[in-house]
């Protein structure tokens, strides 16, 4: 398996615009997490995912973050609309009780 | 309530040493499990080590390995032999059973290995 991946590795936009982040997890894993990391605030649980069902999405900062998992080999994180403070690392896990491998992190800048 | 703690905001260890680095935890639940993962500078997090709450040995991966006192609610990760290329963000993170082994993590301790 080529472990968690996640796209795109870097993304820029405008304020105002809708960024989506892409997560594909390794198979067989039943839970998906999305992380945010900042200087200021360290690595916040944002949502998670069991069996493509959301569990708690009380790390949702604001209605303008979303999250879906329409099957199991895909999640998405919507932000829309993007502002400057959403600039941050995100990064995707998938895992089960014992494990959990992240993807390499989507650096995101909102200008 | 912080559910994990890391008091250890930055530490030193000459290369070749043993570093312990401290976790605390906060849980009621009975069935958990805790991790350790390693960021280094380029910013990908690595999966170390996994310890069950009814696990009754100490987990141990290659110089990785977890002290796990339960009755102290401490998972401290210690490192053997240490090596330059340890030097790094180090993050304890625990999931509760009964709270949809939702993944939560410290606040992280900054690991340098002196030559």
């Known amino acids: 398996d080529a472990g968690v991946i996640q796209s795109p590795r870097h993304e820029v936009t405008e304020m105002g615009q809708e960024v989506t982040l892409r997560c594909k997890p390794i198979s067989g894993h039943d839970y998906l997490f999305w992380y945010r990391q900042t200087m200021m605030r360290g690595l916040e649980l944002l949502i998670y995912f069991n069996n493509n069902v959301p569990i708690d999405d009380s790390g949702m900062p604001e209605d303008r973050f979303s999250a879906k998992m329409p099957n199991a080999s895909f999640s998405t994180l919507k932000i829309q609309p993007s502002e400057p403070r959403d600039s941050a690392v995100y990064f995707c896990?998938?895992?089960?009780?014992?494990?959990?491998?992240f993807g390499q992190g989507t650096r995101l800048t909102v200008v | 309530a912080q559910k994990i703690t890391q008091t250890q905001p930055g530490m030193f260890v000459q290369e070749k040493e043993a570093v312990t680095l401290d976790c605390t935890y906060d849980t009621s639940d009975q069935s958990y499990g805790l991790f350790w993962y390693k960021q280094p500078s380029s910013g990908e997090m690595i999966f170390l080590i996994y310890q069950g709450s009814y696990d009754e040995q100490n987990a141990t991966e290659g110089r990785y390995s977890l002290n796990f006192q339960k009755a102290r609610k401490s998972a401290n990760l210690v490192i053997s032999a240490s090596q330059l290329g340890d030097s790094a963000m180090y993050f304890c993170a625990m999931r509760e059973g009964q709270r949809g082994n939702k993944l939560v993590f410290g606040a992280g301790t900054i690991l340098r290995v002196k030559s």
């Open positions: 896990a998938s895992g089960d009780l014992t494990e959990a491998f």
